[in-house]
T-cell receptor, first 112, second 114 residues
């Protein structure tokens, strides 16, 4: 089955620790995206990548980092510099020309 | 900068009835794409419908249709014959071609009542 996988579904970390969220897709999509979802705020773009070895900051990139070494994979690292990391994180992939995005099931990160 | 506004935080509808969710956006672009996504309690985002701005005809997908008013910058979603499984958050989104980024609204929580 083609799709996007995110792991783990729930993640718990202590404050001050970096944590990496996994996102893998087998849809052969060029573009991949990371969003953060908080209650009442919709989805906000953290980073996106339209091609391997290239990525751009979204609207709330501070405290996050990404890499895109393979077409299938776009991991997100939440660093200790992110002031309020507890949130639901969604990964998506998409392709031109439809511009439709396909989402993974999400990871709920809790930092205490 | 583009913005997307969903002015109805919550709505409810009786099963089998019709409901319309509102979305307005602000852009100076002439060519762009608009989307409605559904997020049920599982939190899995699902594409509902898509509209290209250069197409005058409103998009339709089974029970879901849009009313796209380009001059008014309005993109409402109509759900006909509402079903319990339509209960979800609905997000409107805007995308400028080649820009690579979606702009999402804050969502409308729809509850379908039995």
């Amino acid at each position: 089955d083609g799709g996007i996988t995110q792991s783990p579904k729930y993640l718990f970390r202590k404050e001050g620790q970096n944590v990496t969220l996994s996102c893998e897709q087998n849809l052969n999509h060029d573009a991949m995206y990371w969003y953060r979802q908080d209650p009442g705020q919709g989805l906000r773009l953290i980073y996106y990548s339209q091609i391997v070895n290239d990525f751009q900051k979204g609207d709330i990139a501070e405290g996050y980092s990404v890499s895109r070494e393979k077409k299938e994979s776009f991991p997100l690292t939440v660093t200790s510099a992110q002031k309020n990391p507890t949130a639901f994180y969604l990964c998506a992939s998409g392709t031109v020309p439809s511009y439709e995005q396909y989402f993974g099931p999400g990871t709920r990160l809790t930092v205490t | 900068a583009q913005t997307v506004t969903q002015s109805q935080p919550e709505m409810s509808v009786q099963e089998a009835e019709t409901v319309t969710l509102s979305c307005t956006y602000d852009t100076s672009e002439n060519n762009y794409y608009l989307f409605w996504y559904k997020q049920p309690p599982s939190r899995q985002m699902i594409l509902v419908i898509r509209q290209e701005a250069y197409k005058q005809q409103n998009a339709t997908e089974n029970r879901f249709s849009v009313n796209f008013q380009k001059a008014a910058k309005s993109f409402s979603l109509k759900i006909s014959d509402s079903q319990l499984g339509d209960t979800a958050m609905y997000f409107c989104a805007f995308m400028k071609p080649l820009g690579g980024k979606y702009i999402f609204g804050t969502g409308t929580r729809l509850k379908v009542l039995a």
